[in-house]
């Protein structure tokens, strides 16, 4: 097991009453005047906006709204927070969605703090050193970010889709109410789904030894968000699975599954790439290169496929052949995919064929021109980022 530290100081609300301490918590991290920021209109149309609006001045803070924030969130949309705050004098920022919504409130919040351009966080040639306080109230368990380290923002300018970690973005607190998810369509919960675990694959697949814990944890993550995710897929309104489905968001991103292990995230990397530039649901676009990147590495360490096949994907173990039983784990999760409605490759991702020159222009983004490798598990050049990229390509 490798040393680690574990931080994880987001104060949790969870639960059917979890909203009616909202005005409570912000004035608890100090808040007075609050940016609320949402996206495109559900937390309207359910009523959740107003009444967070309500509970805010009936606990005799001020509020000014921020709407518009779109999935991939844009840094225009950053700017003009950054100066409506200034212009406001707002010094807490709650967010009222999901993770595009709290990704851009991470990138005000350190924006607002900074003479220069936030983007400069973005590309390496600055570093935030302070934010203004900020606290959520989670709409869709998928992304995270509810209780992570890092924002990503998509610069329209260059169709660039950047993350950006720091320990200062993150949330003082998290309002989560399960039943607030019930309105999520199917592909949404699905999508979210599937980024939960994968966030938590992006840390079980590493060559680390003597993690049985962290694995166990990982495993019960898995093995939970399978099962009730077809549960929630017939019957939305069923509380008990929607509410293991937003906890289980928040362990597979708050670092508790990857306490002693490298990480690889090299498909999130390859992710970013078709969000970026075919605006896709993230979550869908991890399904879509997840079997490709998973068919290009196992034999890096074929014991780590076979403990997920059999673990996590329910297949028996064939002990006179590892590499068929790793096969079949991937060939499970590619059906799991299919079943709940998500892609297994790029053309069912963007709906027809992508050409060879939007994968190179995804593999020069990814590798920066070359000079940067992703991943851990393999660590990936320019021509593997190709290579995974042409094979999820095919039907
Ligand atoms: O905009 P509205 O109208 O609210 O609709 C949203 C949006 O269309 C809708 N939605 C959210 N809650 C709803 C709802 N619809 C009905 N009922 C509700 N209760 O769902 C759609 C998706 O929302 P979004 O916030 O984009 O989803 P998600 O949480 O999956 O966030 C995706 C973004 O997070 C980034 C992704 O790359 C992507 O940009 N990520 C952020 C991470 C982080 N900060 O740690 C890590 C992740 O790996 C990920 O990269
Ligand atoms: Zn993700």
């Known amino acids: 097991m490798k040393d680690f530290t574990y931080y994880a100081p987001?104060?949790?609300?969870?639960?059917?009453?979890?909203?009616?301490?909202?005005?409570?918590?912000?004035?608890?991290?100090?808040?007075h005047k609050v940016l609320v920021h949402y996206g495109g209109g559900s937390a309207v149309r359910s009523g959740l906006l107003d009444k967070i609006c309500s509970l805010l001045e009936e606990g005799g803070l001020r509020t000014v709204l921020l709407g518009g924030v779109v999935p991939n969130p844009r840094l225009s949309k950053v700017h003009e927070g950054i100066a409506l705050c200034r212009k406001e004098g707002v010094d807490f920022i709650l967010s009222v969605g999901g993770g595009s919504v709290i990704d851009s409130a991470k990138a005000i919040a350190c924006g607002v703090c900074y003479e220069g351009e936030v983007w400069d966080f973005y590309i390496g040639k600055a570093d935030a050193q302070a934010y203004l306080p900020m606290g959520c109230v989670l709409t869709i368990p998928a992304a995270g970010s509810e209780m992570s380290d890092?924002?990503?923002?998509?610069?329209?300018?260059?169709?660039?889709?950047?993350?950006?970690?720091?320990?200062?973005?993150?949330?003082?607190?998290?309002?989560?109410?399960?039943?607030?998810?019930?309105?999520?369509?199917?592909?949404?919960?699905?999508?979210?789904?599937?980024?939960?675990?994968?966030?938590?694959?992006?840390?079980?697949?590493?060559?680390?030894?003597?993690?049985?814990?962290?694995?166990?944890?990982?495993?019960?993550?898995?093995?939970?968000?399978?099962?009730?995710?077809?549960?929630?897929?017939?019957?939305?309104?069923?509380?008990?699975?929607?509410?293991?489905?937003?906890?289980?968001?928040?362990?597979?991103?708050?670092?508790?599954?990857?306490?002693?292990?490298?990480?690889?995230w090299a498909t999130h990397q390859l992710e970013h790439e078709l969000s970026a530039l075919?605006?896709?649901?993230?979550?869908?676009?991890?399904?879509?290169?997840?079997?490709?990147?998973a068919r290009y590495v196992y034999r890096e360490n074929v014991g780590r496929f076979v403990r997920f096949a059999v673990n996590v994907m329910g297949v028996t173990n064939d002990y006179t052949d590892p590499e068929g039983t790793a096969l079949k784990g991937i060939e499970a999760m590619e059906r799991f995919y299919h079943s709940i409605g998500m892609p297994v490759n790029i053309p069912e991702l963007i709906g027809r064929d992508i050409t060879d020159a939007e994968i190179d222009e995804m593999v020069r983004k990814c590798s920066l021109d070359g000079t940067r490798a992703q991943g851990q598990f393999k660590v990936l050049t320019a021509r593997d980022m190709q290579c995974i990229y042409r094979n999820a390509a095919r039907r």
């Open 278 to 293: 075919f605006d896709a649901t993230h979550g869908a676009g991890l399904a879509a290169v997840w079997p490709s990147w």
């Open 150 to 264: 890092s924002s990503v923002i998509t610069n329209e300018d260059g169709d660039l889709k950047i993350g950006y970690s720091n320990n200062l973005s993150r949330q003082k607190f998290a309002i989560m109410n399960p039943e607030r998810t019930y309105t999520l369509p199917p592909y949404q919960t699905a999508a979210g789904v599937t980024d939960i675990m994968m966030h938590t694959m992006e840390r079980y697949f590493s060559h680390d030894d003597d993690m049985s814990l962290t694995d166990a944890v990982a495993e019960a993550v898995l093995r939970t968000m399978k099962d009730c995710i077809f549960t929630v897929l017939k019957d939305p309104r069923d509380y008990r699975a929607r509410a293991q489905i937003m906890w289980g968001g928040s362990l597979a991103h708050n670092d508790l599954t990857g306490c002693g292990t490298t990480g690889d």
């Open 10 to 31: 987001t104060e949790v609300a969870f639960g059917k009453s979890s909203e009616e301490e909202v005005a409570r918590l912000v004035k608890k991290y100090d808040g």
